[in-house]
């Protein structure tokens, strides 16, 4: 630590003339530096959404960066409180043929009706909820030294995965340091003063106090079923004694498989004088305090797993420079594969600052480049053996919005977005883990459900995938694209990576068994075209159309066309069942054309009287511009310009509303902007993103100003990349949608489709440099406005291309 110290006044002294830092005099103050990757803040936070963010993936800290009580809450990705024993699905595979008939008779309403009678019959009494992401602890630090705080900042610094809480009294500077240990799996928290001023301080483990959530409660009338959930925590212990603080707590709800309770130990280290005070660790007359804290989910909880606990701590080195720099090193090589530079001013200025600096109107570079590292640091630091969740992995509340559960029908694919083009697989494979590990629920929800052998993804899930989620407004098992979505993450892995292990070993019984589950469904025919029914595009329903559950919705049926022809594209290189690739063939030209409505745009639904309801906060009917464009749409130029309409008609409804509700809708609009090179519509979207949903600690929100949610945390810098590339397997479009704010910049380390790594640079507004290096050597296709070059790379080497895309000669 004080080494840090030491380098402080090193940098200072070289610095100390910047206007940055004059005009900044509290960092100065403050004996600090404004993280070259990373944010200050000057307002700390009085609530759980509103504090600093720290992970390792697994395990979670909130730190709210308050000088003299401070609250750093912990959670974990696996801490799901238990609820209900999961109910089983419907047994709704008997009347699938029913609801077709009435669908097809535009009687979709009686397909509602049943499915809530049989709910009934089954015993589902309300809407079933997956079990929510709850917080584990609060660590609490009062110091007690009582003198008044003249001025503090707090900051995080992305590259590292640090935070730090600096502030000056009479007696002198306090830096209070916390990270989340990558390679220890410890929560360290360090507290010194540049200052010499000896710390007086308490520390207690506590549990999180239940306060009604309104902004999610209240709107949706969930808060009895909160109460409910908080009743449910059977008992909490803590135990403090002069070096260790201890909290455990059981749940009441338990079942085979459910999560039985969790612990949480912290040792105090200090060269200062310690006692216990009632519940609290007290610390007097100390230089330097650290705090080793270490967490254990368990579904057989022991009280026994405290003394487990200290034990892994006591074989730590209690030194934070130590710990730190081990940690330091695994986070910073993920954080630095990619980086974004748009040749901006200084961003050396708070990030309440930042975010006030810049507009709808104006959006400022300087913050388009902070958001890109904070997005992906939230995405990294949530990202463990499981895909981020709502919320990623941190809450601070008993209540959170929708359970923080995986909501699968749009907003994980967000969050990992990034993932595969932004040199982060870790999430987009933490997702597909995670799909594998729920895989008999998935057998099950198609089997019991539609009487088929395949597979279905459902739209929500958490400790389980059973599809069980649902009213007749919301007949959220009639989703059947959940499968089909996900197989698109398997085809780009091998896409981006050309793991040939991979493809065979997972990639391709994945999608095999979606294909199965479409081969089993996919029965009604009308005209000699395959009708997609029953069908569901997510949350809404057509324009005074009087239930959601329709026949042929465009999301439906490009998810189908897609899988099917990933599958043909792969039994090219590499054997599948010559059936399955001939049902692939037939069943792809049976699925029906994508249509235009009588307003010039994409239809939402390929079926007679219905229309497009663009109210709303989904755009599923774009799903075929969201990855690879869908070649149907390609080839027309009708097609395409019905796309960007239905872009437009979206649009036009969040402009009123300062982008609206549900932010990683406008990523479904973005996205496909960009991969269609439309500029003006990409940059707007991205212009909504940045100016209407973060918060001053650097997160994102689900609506404007409200709802803790890390959705664009994913889509912001995938559609940053997108703007800045588009890629197909053998194929790549450079700088397809770059807006003339961003006239000089470069992007390193982003990935394309075959393989590729690119590097890419531009100057007013050009290209000017290009540098790709090749993991598989594929031949590809470049393009650059009038330019083309065709790539012909071995395995491994890498080629430098001028703004013409000819090559560079040293």
């Avoid at 069908?535 to 099917?564: R, V, W």
Wanted: glycine share 6%; hydrophobic share 40%; aromatic share 10%.
């Amino acid at each position: 630590m004080y080494n840090k110290i030491i380098l402080f006044m090193l940098l200072v002294a070289i610095s100390i003339s910047s206007p940055s830092y004059s005009a900044e005099s509290t960092l100065y103050d403050l004996k600090i530096i404004h993280p070259d990757k990373g944010f200050v803040s000057t307002d700390a936070a009085e609530k759980w959404d509103q504090a600093l963010i720290c992970g390792n993936g697994s395990t979670g800290a909130l730190i709210y960066g308050q000088p003299v009580n401070e609250t750093i809450t912990f959670s974990h990705e696996d801490l799901f409180l238990p609820q209900a024993y999961p109910k089983k699905q419907i047994p709704l595979a008997q009347h699938i043929d029913k609801i077709q008939e009435w669908v097809m008779n535009n009687e979709g309403e009686k397909a509602g009706e049943l499915i809530m009678e049989i709910g009934k019959k089954e015993g589902y009494k309300e809407l079933i909820w997956p079990d929510p992401l709850s917080p584990a602890a609060q660590l609490l630090i009062a110091m007690d030294d009582g003198k008044k705080v003249q001025k503090s900042i707090r900051s995080v610094d992305f590259e590292t995965a640090e935070a730090l809480v600096a502030w000056k009294t009479e007696e002198g500077v306090y830096h209070r340091n916390t990270f989340v240990s990558r390679s220890d799996d410890i929560t360290v928290v360090s507290m010194t003063s540049p200052d010499m001023a000896k710390i007086n301080c308490r520390f207690r483990l506590a549990n999180v106090p239940y306060e009604e959530n309104k902004e999610w409660g209240e709107e949706l009338g969930l808060n009895k079923l909160e109460v409910y959930l908080y009743k449910q925590i059977e008992k909490t212990t803590v135990d403090a004694n002069v070096k260790w603080l201890a909290f455990t707590t059981k749940y009441r709800q338990n079942w085979q498989g459910a999560l039985g309770g969790m612990a949480i130990v912290s040792k105090v280290i200090t060269d200062g004088v310690t006692s216990k005070d009632d519940e609290w660790l007290k610390v007097s007359d100390a230089s330097e305090v650290l705090v080793i804290t270490k967490m254990k989910v368990c579904q057989d909880f022991d009280i026994k797993v405290i003394d487990e606990l200290k034990e892994q701590i006591d074989n730590y080195k209690p030194n934070y420079d130590t710990l730190f720099k081990s940690h330091a090193h695994v986070h910073s090589e993920i954080f630095n594969r990619v980086s974004l530079d748009l040749n901006t001013k200084s961003t050396k200025i708070s990030s309440e600052k930042l975010i006030a600096n810049s507009s709808f109107e104006n959006t400022t570079p300087e913050l388009v480049e902070r958001l890109f590292d904070a997005a992906r640091y939230a995405i990294i630091c949530s990202t463990g053996k499981n895909a981020p969740t709502l919320q990623g992995i941190w809450t601070g509340t008993w209540q959170p919005a929708w359970s923080s559960d995986y909501t699968l029908n749009g907003n994980i694919q967000t969050a990992i977005a990034f993932g595969l083009s932004g040199n982060f697989p870790e999430t987009t494979l933490a997702y597909l883990d995670t799909m594998e590990r729920f895989m008999d629920d998935l057998h099950n929800n198609a089997k019991i459900l539609y009487g088929s052998d395949g597979i279905m993804v459902p739209s929500r899930g958490s400790v389980h995938c059973i599809a069980n989620h649902f009213t007749d407004e919301y007949p959220m098992i009639l989703w059947t694209a959940g499968a089909g979505w996900t197989s698109q993450y398997y085809y780009d892995v091998y896409q981006y990576t050309q793991d040939k292990k991979f493809l065979e070993e997972r990639a391709i019984p994945f999608m095999t068994k979606t294909a199965k589950f479409y081969e089993d469904f996919l029965t009604v025919e009308k005209d000699g075209k395959i009708v997609y029914v029953p069908s569901y595009s997510p949350e809404i329903g057509p324009l005074d159309h009087p239930t959601t559950i329709t026949a042929n919705a465009t999301m439906d049926i490009a998810i189908a066309k897609q899988l099917f022809r990933n599958l043909i594209t792969l039994s090219k290189e590499t054997p599948i069942d010559p059936e399955l690739i001939k049902m692939c063939k037939t069943m792809l030209k049976k699925l029906p054309d994508y249509e235009i409505g009588e307003d010039g745009a994409l239809r939402e639904w390929i079926w007679p009287g219905l229309k497009n309801n663009d109210t709303h906060r989904h755009a599923s009917h774009l799903y075929p511009l969201y990855y690879e464009n869908d070649p149907e749409i390609m080839a027309s130029e009708a097609l395409k310009k019905a796309s960007l309409q239905a872009i437009e008609n979206r649009l036009d409804y969040r402009r009123p509303k300062n982008g609206a509700e549900m932010a990683f809708g406008i990523v479904q609009l973005g996205q496909p902007a960009a991969h269609l090179g439309a500029t003006d519509v990409a940059y707007e979207c991205l212009r909504w993103l940045a100016n209407s949903y973060w918060r001053s600690n650097m997160m994102s929100t689900h609506d404007p100003d409200k709802i803790f949610n890390v959705d664009i945390c994913g889509g912001v810098p995938a559609l940053i990349i997108d703007m800045l590339l588009y890629s197909e397997v053998d194929k790549m479009t450079i700088l397809p949608a770059l807006p003339s704010d961003w006239a000089e910049g470069s992007i390193k380390g982003i990935k394309a489709r075959g393989g590729f790594t690119l590097d890419i640079a531009w100057k007013d507004g050009k290209l000017s440099s290009l540098k790709v290096h090749s993991l598989a050597g594929r031949s590809c296709q470049i393009f650059y406005g009038n330019y083309f070059h065709n790539l012909v790379l071995k395995a491994g080497s890498t080629l430098e291309l001028d703004g013409q895309l000819n090559k560079k000669v040293n």
